[in-house]
């Protein structure tokens, strides 16, 4: 089993930034791809961001593209979203999810973690 918790969600002003962290409590942290989705009200979860198991490769929503970025330590098991030129449409609980693979489908993760609320105000 792993644990996931998001943390660094918050309000923010247009324009602004913030940066997501999620903890993960695998010892073998460095085995998973892991990813960033959101869910905004009355919508569909959608896909962010992911990485690979060894950090070496990332991608990105259509959406984020040029202002989101994703990282990880995996020395500190931790995965993070810093997200810059913030926009009201990114307004959506965050969710950091891990699996075997980085894909843009949330069928392939097997582990989320609790979400984190995000506001951006206009």
């Known amino acids: 089993q792993v644990q996931l918790v998001e943390s660094g969600g918050g309000l923010v002003q247009a324009g602004g930034s913030l940066r997501l962290s999620c903890a993960a409590s695998?010892?073998?942290?460095?085995?998973?791809?892991m990813a960033w989705f959101r869910q905004a009200p009355g919508k569909e979860r959608e896909f962010v961001a992911a990485?690979?198991?060894?950090?070496?490769?990332?991608y990105y929503a259509d959406s984020v593209k040029g202002r989101f970025a994703i990282s990880r330590g995996n020395a500190k098991n931790t995965v993070y979203l810093q997200m810059n030129r913030l926009k009201p449409e990114d307004t959506a609980v965050y969710y950091c999810?891990?699996?075997?693979?980085?894909?843009?489908?949330?069928?392939?993760?097997?582990?989320w973690g609790q979400g984190t609320q995000v506001t951006v105000s206009s």
């Open positions: 999810a891990a699996g075997a693979l980085d894909s843009d489908s949330d069928a392939r993760y097997d582990y």
């Open positions: 695998a010892r073998t942290f460095s085995s998973y791809a």
């Open positions: 990485i690979s198991r060894n950090g070496g490769s990332s």
